[in-house]
């Protein structure tokens, strides 16, 4: 019994030593405790990047709208001159690979109009010649029938022309070069007719349409750019 008393005794105290070192570690140590709790709290302030409001962020640059351009339209060179048609007389018009004899027309009438049209296009006699001051004035076939002449198909494709697309008219040894700037298609009437008084050299072509009809003519007209000797005297 003396035994088991001295035990429990034994038991009390180290249990009290045992608590009293726990609070004594704690209260020392509380202050250091706290102090740390305090910092992780409360971080240490970080380096301060710029406001994007202070800096210069570009946009994105749209792309470019890309337009396409026409091609230029190229204009062909002018044919070489053939001495073997030196003294003859041609009109020529690349755009639409028109290569005719010119025939100036004896008058007005339709006898010696048609009769120049059985040997190419006419250049009527009121008109000016190449290169003069005035509108030279020619006609031609745009369809007809087989007895009106093999040029009866020479001025087909006129509605093809364009402005700027050339003519050439060689005329006794010299090439007169004409660009074209107005087309346009009218109903002929008595009384209609085309100046040829003008103060600068201009020509007018002038063919039926549409093609195998006569209600309507088409006109084309072109200034005088160039002139060119083709068979120069030695």
């Given at each position: 019994?003396?035994?088991?008393?001295?035990?429990?005794?034994?038991?009390?105290?180290?249990?009290?030593?045992?608590?009293?070192?726990?609070?004594?570690?704690?209260?020392?140590?509380?202050?250091?405790?706290?102090?740390?709790?305090?910092?992780?709290?409360?971080?240490?302030?970080?380096?301060?990047?710029?406001?994007?409001?202070?800096?210069?962020?570009?946009?994105?640059?749209?792309?470019?709208?890309?337009?396409?351009?026409?091609?230029?339209?190229?204009?062909?060179?002018?044919?070489?001159?053939?001495?073997?048609?030196?003294?003859?007389?041609?009109?020529?018009?690349?755009?639409?690979?028109?290569?005719?004899?010119?025939?100036?027309?004896?008058?007005?009438?339709?006898?010696?109009?048609?009769?120049?049209?059985?040997?190419?296009?006419?250049?009527?006699p009121n008109g000016v010649r190449p290169g003069a001051l005035g509108n030279v004035f020619i006609a031609g076939h745009s369809t007809g029938n087989p007895w009106q002449g093999k040029y009866r198909f020479?001025?087909?494709?006129?509605?093809?022309?364009?402005?700027?697309?050339?003519?050439?008219?060689?005329?006794?040894?010299?090439?007169?070069?004409?660009?074209?700037?107005?087309?346009?298609?009218?109903?002929?009437?008595?009384?209609?007719?085309?100046?040829?008084?003008?103060?600068?050299?201009?020509?007018?072509?002038?063919?039926?349409?549409?093609?195998?009809?006569?209600?309507?003519?088409?006109?084309?007209?072109?200034?005088?750019?160039?002139?060119?000797?083709l068979n120069p005297r030695k």
């Open positions: 019994m003396k035994n088991v008393v001295i035990t429990f005794i034994a038991t009390l105290f180290f249990t009290f030593l045992f608590l009293y070192g726990a609070i004594s570690s704690v209260l020392t140590f509380a202050p250091f405790l706290a102090t740390s709790i305090s910092q992780i709290q409360q971080p240490k302030p970080s380096l301060q990047l710029p406001l994007s409001a202070n800096r210069t962020i570009p946009f994105a640059t749209p792309a470019p709208i890309v337009v396409v351009q026409p091609y230029p339209k190229l204009t062909p060179l002018d044919p070489p001159f053939n001495p073997a048609d030196a003294g003859k007389n041609f009109i020529r018009i690349p755009a639409i690979n028109v290569t005719v004899p010119l025939v100036e027309s004896k008058s007005l009438t339709d006898t010696d109009v048609i009769s120049a049209l059985q040997s190419g296009v006419a250049m009527y020479a001025f087909t494709k006129i509605n093809e022309l364009q402005n700027g697309d050339v003519i050439m008219l060689d005329w006794k040894g010299t090439r007169y070069t004409y660009r074209i700037y107005k087309s346009e298609k009218i109903v002929p009437a008595p009384g209609y007719t085309v100046p040829s008084d003008h103060l600068y050299p201009t020509m007018s072509l002038m063919a039926c349409w549409p093609l195998w009809s006569t209600s309507q003519r088409i006109l084309v007209h072109a200034d005088l750019t160039n002139i060119t000797q």
